[in-house]
């Protein structure tokens, strides 16, 4: 199975600035998510991440607000630019593996508390 | 499009009782259906999963039957622990070339000793 880390677990920043999160795979994989977590709320697809194309966006998402990186198969970056109080959530990335049976697996996620 | 009902909580139960969440969807095609679980302090991970009808996933004393009649994904285990304890997510994916998953609200269970 699939293990990922993800950059930084936590942090905290002032509003109107940008963060940069990491998701390192430690294998080869085609598709990259990510999803948001607000508090007490479901998971929610912000865009999904393919090598050597640019991210697919859901409704509700922007390039702008959250550019993504994907500069190989084992790498992605998202980055949440000018933020504010209401971009405080859990950041998760996650890949998919196609075995003989499709499994997810997820990082164990950015906190981010923006104040 | 696809969407996912999860009976909201949260649900409080002792040691050795029965537990049931209620989850039910909406998909065109043929989904696949999960139930994934957030231990505290924890990540998320899958804790079984069914690919196609009358399929039942298992894991942990959990089960789960995929009912395309109703369209539903209940998930039950008969004897919980105070280790159950957790955030459980249903979701789904439509599969095929579209792996994005849809997850329902999350239901908080927390098992007393």
């Known amino acids: 199975s699939a293990v990922i880390s993800q950059k930084p677990s936590r942090d905290i920043c002032q509003r109107g600035t940008s963060l940069t999160i990491q998701c390192q795979v430690d294998?080869?994989?085609?598709?990259m998510f990510w999803y948001r977590q607000q508090p007490g709320q479901s998971l929610t697809l912000i865009a999904t991440?393919?090598?050597?194309?640019?991210?697919?966006?859901e409704s509700g998402f922007v390039i702008d607000k959250f550019p993504i990186s994907r500069p190989n198969l084992t790498f992605s970056t998202l980055t949440v630019s000018n933020m504010s109080p209401e971009d405080s959530s859990i950041y998760l990335c996650?890949?998919?593996?196609?075995?003989?049976?499709?499994?997810?697996?997820f990082g164990q996620g950015t906190r981010l508390t923006v104040v | 499009g696809n969407s996912v009902t999860q009976m909201e909580g949260p649900v409080t139960l002792s040691e050795e009782a029965f537990l049931t969440i209620n989850c039910t969807y909406t998909a065109t095609g043929y989904p696949s259906l999960f139930w994934y679980v957030q231990y505290p302090g924890e990540g998320l991970q899958l804790l079984l999963k069914?690919?196609?009808?009358?399929d039942k996933g298992s894991n942990k004393g959990f089960e789960a039957t995929y009912r395309k009649e109703t369209t539903s994904f209940h998930l039950e285990k008969g004897s919980v622990q105070v280790s159950d304890s957790a955030v459980y997510f249903c979701a789904l994916s439509a599969g095929l070339s579209d792996y994005k998953l849809s997850f329902g609200a999350g239901t908080t269970v927390t098992v007393r000793a």
């Open positions: 991440a393919n090598q050597g194309s640019e991210a697919t966006y």
């Open positions: 294998s080869q994989v085609t598709m």
């Open positions: 069914a690919t196609k009808a009358d």
């Open positions: 996650s890949v998919e593996e196609y075995n003989r049976d499709t499994e997810a697996f």
